[in-house]
């Protein structure tokens, strides 16, 4: 570092050009990343169960393509709400980008051919009864297509082929949304969209609108929390340049790298910014500490980046390698989030090493030199020094219980589960969250899972057989709680003219319905079909608990018919899988990164009791987090794992800084007492000024109405401070706990009353 710092200051002028032009090649590669536009790279995995469901879509459509609109009143049959479904029918129809549209206007009554079930001119209330009897009892429509209360109504949008975008799904929602509320418009009815496709677009307009918003927000909370414990304007410029410039290189990176921003990478900035932050202001402090002696700011600069630069050098590398080990993980969305975030430590350590001693010789360090370092924080050297002395003194019973604590949250965060939800990216009380919650209720759910029944080449649709396993699945279905109302193309055969109740008899009048209603059900050609059932939406354990029950029933029915084979499929179904199986490899990951972490603090300080030491207070804040889950009846989530991150990479960075100016000391002769007391009255400054500052842009991020947004800021705020806690109360005894006897009994106990 000596060498760097060197060429920092003798060449001042040629760093900070080459710092600035590859600063504006961060900037214009950074226009080139964007939200991913494809939302199925969120759960896509190379496995057996996607491509299962590469294999659905084939055969019978991509079952994320379908737009829901849901009716819902007292009356749903009143020529006003006929009158109303029939408007929306022809108008959505026109909405480019829709391909077909299901509802009752196009069911014909059972056994015909030529009737239809609502009426389009007589709506007198005879026949408005009549239908709506008839509705209750049809195979297409009881429970499909209408409640079985008959308030609430489904009007089901197939989108085209082509539609893989978000961006499309964004605009045909918008416009499906315009249609109907300028339809709905004046009526009693309520009429609400929602489905995949509407998940999909809410994600990426609250994506857009409210995560890099409340970031904004959060960044500016935390300046103005940092110019106040600064009382420096300057200052807070120098610490907050570093973690920017690195975080527009490492966006500039994902440029260059292809990478699009997601629901999990979409945090990078604010995670490299917390750790960047944290070392600029440990950086900064020591410059104030040798400006107050009396340092010229080049002098000052210098000392910082020689001495503070191999503490920074070692936090950006324990926290490269946390980033680094998620690169095992299964998930590719997670390999290539461990992937950017191990870029972007490297990249804004060598941002942060970089600017702060430049600026700092710059007229800004005039700012710097006219405030003082007590000015600078709520707690000041002494009342630090106080708090060591305090801590040392009853450092072995402080030291037990901490190992205590820790080991009681151990076995409580082992109790810590994943869970998931498909809608967790959008607000609480938007318009799809309400009309999924009312598909739930009246249907059972708005998602789909499915089975897929294969049935042997030597038998055919008309086989006697193929119906009777195809009913065997519907009885799976309907036995487990969880699934309501399985279709399959029984549902069609019942619904079609004919006598008897062998409905393979009817297989031939189904090229007397239209095409799009049987294509999807069942390939003749293939020797497949698909029973579909409603599942609510849920969190992802229970979906996974009710998924292995199905399965075992397939299991049994696959024993009893060999030549048939089944398997359980659908958009809902691996997304909710795959995600819950994305928060495991987040956990699995982080717990790796936690332990190559610790091996490598034991490693670059050459003592294993050192490593030893670091693993109790950078331990603690992550499972009193996780602890914190369990007891208030929360699970793992994508948010809170990430925050989890966060945690470690804070714990850590402060941690070292200690150990650093902890060996110093020891270094310069200090005794084991002295040593932690200096340390945690010179670093201590600077653990707390980064807590109040972080902690500030948290806690303004908790106003979001965006649940992951909410849950983030408030596990990140969580983490932090007790991180601050682990740091500050639980090191210091710790260390002086686990010095030899003769070292601790040498103490000359001057440190006693600094």
């Known amino acids: 570092m000596k060498w760097y710092a060197d060429c920092i200051v ?16 961060g900037v214009v590669a950074g226009f080139r990343v964007g939200f ?68 009752l206007a196009r069911i014909r009554r059972q056994g015909s051919f030529i009737f239809r079930l609502l009426p389009v001119s007589d709506t007198s209330d005879d026949r408005l009864a009549r239908a709506r009897n008839e509705a209750m ?53 309520s009429v609400r969209v929602t489905g995949l496709p509407a998940i999909y677009a809410d994600t990426l307009t609250s994506a857009r609108r409210e995560t890099l918003s409340f970031t904004c927000f959060a960044a500016v909370v935390s300046t103005l929390i940092a110019v106040l414990l600064f009382r420096c304007p300057s200052a807070v410029l120098i610490t907050a340049a570093g973690p920017i410039v690195g975080v527009t290189w490492t966006i500039g990176a994902m440029g260059l790298m292809g990478e699009k921003l997601n629901g999990i990478n979409a945090v990078v900035p604010a995670l490299l910014l917390v750790v960047g932050f944290t070392d600029a202001v440990h950086l900064l402090v020591d410059i104030r500490c040798s400006l107050a002696s009396g340092h010229t700011r080049t002098k000052a600069a ?37 992937t950017v975030c191990c870029c972007g430590a490297v990249l804004t350590f060598i941002a942060v090493i970089t600017m702060v001693p430049i600026l700092t010789t710059t007229r800004l360090g005039d700012g710097v030199i006219q405030t003082s370092i007590k000015d600078s924080a709520i707690l000041d050297s002494p009342r630090l020094a106080c708090l ?54 009246a249907f059972g759910g708005a998602h789909l899972a499915y089975v897929v029944v294969q049935w042997p080449q030597t038998l055919s649709l008309r086989s006697p057989r193929v119906m009777e396993v195809t009913s065997a699945v519907h009885e799976v279905l309907d036995d487990e709680p969880l699934a309501t109302g399985s279709f399959s193309l029984l549902n069609v055969l019942r619904s079609l003219p004919g006598s008897g109740p062998e409905l393979q008899r009817r297989v031939g009048a189904l090229r007397r319905v239209p095409p799009e209603w049987h294509r999807r059900l069942v390939r003749p050609d293939r020797q497949r079909l698909v029973v579909g059932t409603h599942v609510p939406n849920v969190g992802s354990t229970e979906i996974q608990l009710a998924l292995s029950r199905v399965t075992r029933d397939l299991e049994e029915l696959q024993v009893k018919h060999p030549d048939f084979k089944f398997w359980l499929t659908g958009t809902s ?33 050459r003592s294993l009791r050192l490593g030893l030491v670091s693993v109790i207070p950078n331990a603690f804040p992550l499972l009193l987090t996780a602890s914190l889950l369990v007891w208030t009846g929360h699970s793992l989530r994508v948010a809170s794992v990430v925050s989890f991150s966060l945690c470690l990479g804070l714990a850590v960075d402060d941690t070292i800084h200690l150990l650093v100016r902890f060996n110093r000391e020891r270094h310069h002769g200090s005794d084991m007492r002295s040593a932690i007391v200096r340390s945690m009255s010179s670093v201590g400054i600077a653990v707390v000024t980064t807590t109040m500052i972080l902690g500030a842009g948290f806690a303004a991020m908790m106003l979001s109405s965006l649940p992951v947004v909410r849950e983030f800021a408030w596990f990140s705020l969580l983490a932090i401070l007790s991180a601050l806690i682990g740091d500050l109360l639980l090191l210091p005894p710790l260390l002086y706990w686990c010095a030899p006897a003769a070292e601790r009994s040498s103490d000359s106990g001057e440190s006693r009353f600094p």
């Not at 590469?54 to 379908?66: H, I, N, R, T, V």
């Not at 219980?401 to 990216?425: H, K, Y």
């Open 10 to 25: 003798n060449h001042r002028a040629k760093v900070a050009l080459l710092t600035s032009l590859i600063t504006l090649g």
């Open 36 to 103: 991913d536009e494809h939302p199925r790279s969120t759960f896509s995995r190379s496995d057996e169960n996607y491509r299962m469901l590469e294999q659905l879509w084939e055969d019978f459509g991509s079952d994320d393509k379908d737009l829901l609109i849901v009716l819902s009143g007292q009356d749903l049959f009143t020529p006003e709400a006929i009158g109303l479904l029939w408007k929306i029918v022809k108008e959505t129809a026109e909405v480019d980008g829709i391909d077909t549209v299901m509802s």
């Open 137 to 189: 009892k049809h195979p297409l429509v009881a429970g499909q297509l209408l409640s079985s209360d008959g308030r609430t109504m489904l009007v089901v949008l197939r989108l085209t082929d082509d539609t893989t975008m978000t961006s499309q799904f964004e605009r045909i929602v918008a416009d499906v949304r315009a249609v109907t509320q300028a339809a709905a418009r004046g009526s009693a009815l």
């Open 302 to 338: 210098l000392r910082a980046v020689r001495y503070l630069g191999p503490a920074c050098a070692l936090a950006s590398l324990t926290t490269a390698i946390a980033f680094a080990s998620l690169a095992l993980a299964d998930t590719e969305v997670v390999r290539r989030f461990g």
């Open 388 to 441: 060591a002395v305090v801590l040392l003194t009853h450092f072995r019973w402080i030291s037990i219980a901490a190992i205590a604590i820790t080991i009681v949250l151990l076995r409580s965060a082992l109790q810590l589960r994943p869970e998931c939800l498909l809608t967790e990216g959008i607000p609480d009380g938007c318009e799809t969250n309400i009309a999924m919650a009312q598909c739930d209720e």
């Open 573 to 605: 179904v691996v997304a909710s899988r795959n995600v819950h199986g994305l928060v495991g490899d987040l956990a699995r990951s982080l717990g790796l990164a936690a332990a190559l972490v610790f091996a490598v603090v034991a490693l670059a300080f």
